[in-house]
């Protein structure tokens, strides 16, 4: 069974620090999209493919109100909820490093804002098939062409990494953050004389849903200088794969070399090729079989240690919710998306305890104790958990948060309105962005505005 296989854990202790117009005090993990909290998507999405618990790490002080949060969700994972430090600082690698006890096995990771109906199991079998070390999985591209920021119009510039991978044997070569670079990237010589063909891609999205063998955090525990896994650990994975085992073949240039990157320890012992299991037997059936993945060189090119990745297929929706722009992007869209989300699961858009009195509704999603008066026009719209709009309203391809008030009169057009934000009566908004806690006066006619707090008192207005 998969779930006796691989363990599942799930990143929640992000804060947000890239969404921090509607973010408020609100965990990043509990944003609101369609009718439940972010962190319920990567839960479902591990509930269809067979996983029956999960490990979930979040922040120590923030993990009384997730866990309420997810109870009161449809989600069937028996929850483990492991608390990090809230004073500390740490990234991913920290984080699994600081969980190390509880991993028995290998190990899927996923990220609490990613949103997809991808299956994960080519993932999982490219990585039984060639007993690789580390398989990633990748996208393509978003909602980036029609959907439009409210605010200031400004030019939306997703991150990009360069991601090489063979195309042939779909081997990852080489990865890393494409801000690394200033005009022109170096490859390794030897990379390309020992693995013949590389595709370097700049458009294909991580997704951070990763594959990985226990014994990389018996070396991540090694390494502790790494504090990130996107950024640090895996790039020094993948480029491991050129290294041999045992005495290495490149000359060091210092003693970190030396000691790290040529994977020696201290002792002048293998280190990374050393907690690779049955290395030796495992040598020998490169250098035996039949089977080969490139045609005239040895299996693998006799490599140890391997990494793969792959793309999701080209129908799979892929969504980092990183930003405010995928935040928006993805709540604008999620009564399209609903059903492949859900797939074979009978959840409705409208929560059950949201109270919806309108009668012109048309593609709206509404959370926990929504209140939804009469005499509204709600069309193409996400309302958040206790948020409340009242008579003689239209809203209209916009974001209401969590625990917003939206008083009579107003006309709402392509907007977000932060948690707890209040628009009084008779507002026209139109392409415009109201932060955490803002009120709009009474009677304001506003276009194309940022209207957040900046420390609580200075109101900031971009023109």
């Not at 369609?34 to 999960?54: D, K, T, V």
């Not at 193409?380 to 009579?408: D, Q």
Request: neutral net charge; contains cysteine.
């Amino acid at each position: 069974m998969i779930t006796q296989e691989f363990q599942a854990i799930v990143f929640a202790g992000g804060r947000g620090s890239r969404l921090p117009e509607v973010l408020g005090d609100t965990p990043k993990c509990l944003l609101t999209v369609g009718p439940y909290p972010l962190l319920w998507y990567p839960l479902n999405l591990l509930h269809q493919h067979g996983f029956q618990e999960a490990i979930v790490i979040v922040l120590e002080n923030e993990k009384s109100e997730i866990q309420a949060a997810m109870e009161r969700t449809p989600s069937k994972l028996k929850l483990d909820f492991v608390c990090i430090p809230s004073d500390s600082d740490f990234g991913t690698a920290d984080s699994l490093r600081y969980i190390q006890d509880k991993i028995k096995v290998d190990f899927l990771i996923l990220s609490c804002d990613l949103i997809t109906n991808a299956n994960l199991f080519p993932l999982i079998n490219i990585f039984r098939q060639h007993d690789a070390a580390l398989a990633i999985l990748l996208f393509r591209g978003g909602f980036e062409p029609d959907v439009t920021l409210p605010g200031p119009k400004s030019k939306h510039k997703p991150e990009r990494d360069l991601i090489g991978i063979n195309p042939e044997t779909k081997r990852l070569l080489f990865l890393a953050a494409a801000s690394d670079f200033e005009e022109t990237v170096n490859i390794n010589a030897h990379l390309l004389r020992k693995y013949d063909k590389m595709t370097v891609h700049s458009r294909l999205v991580d997704g951070h849903v990763y594959v990985m063998k226990k014994w990389t955090i018996e070396f991540l525990k090694k390494k502790e200088h790494f504090s990130t896994l996107k950024g640090e650990f895996l790039p020094y994975i993948v480029k491991k794969q050129m290294a041999k085992s045992g005495k290495p073949n490149v000359i060091p240039t210092t003693i970190m070399d030396t000691q790290s990157d040529l994977g020696l320890n201290r002792k002048g012992e293998d280190s990374i090729f050393s907690l690779i299991p049955h290395a030796n037997l495992n040598q020998q059936v490169l250098k035996t079989t039949l089977y080969n993945d490139n045609k005239s060189k040895p299996l693998y090119n006799g490599d140890l240690l391997r990494c793969y990745a792959l793309e999701a297929a080209k129908n799979s929706l892929g969504l980092r919710v990183n930003t405010t722009f995928n935040y928006f992007a993805i709540n604008q869209k999620i009564s399209s998306v609903w059903p492949f989300l859900c797939a074979n699961q009978d959840l409705a858009l409208i929560s059950p305890s949201a109270l919806v009195n309108s009668t012109q509704t048309n593609e709206i999603s509404a959370a926990d104790n929504a209140k939804l008066s009469e005499k509204t026009s709600l069309h193409f719209s996400v309302f958040g958990p206790s948020c409340h709009i009242k008579p003689k309203n239209v809203i209209n391809k916009s974001l209401i948060m969590a625990n917003a008030l939206v008083e009579e009169g107003c006309n709402i057009e392509n907007c977000i309105i932060g948690p707890k934000a209040v628009v009084k009566t008779g507002a026209k908004l139109k392409n415009c962005l109201v932060g955490a806690n803002y009120i709009v006066e009474e009677n304001s006619t506003l276009s194309t505005k940022h209207l957040i707090h900046a420390d609580g008192f200075m109101e900031i207005d971009i023109q």
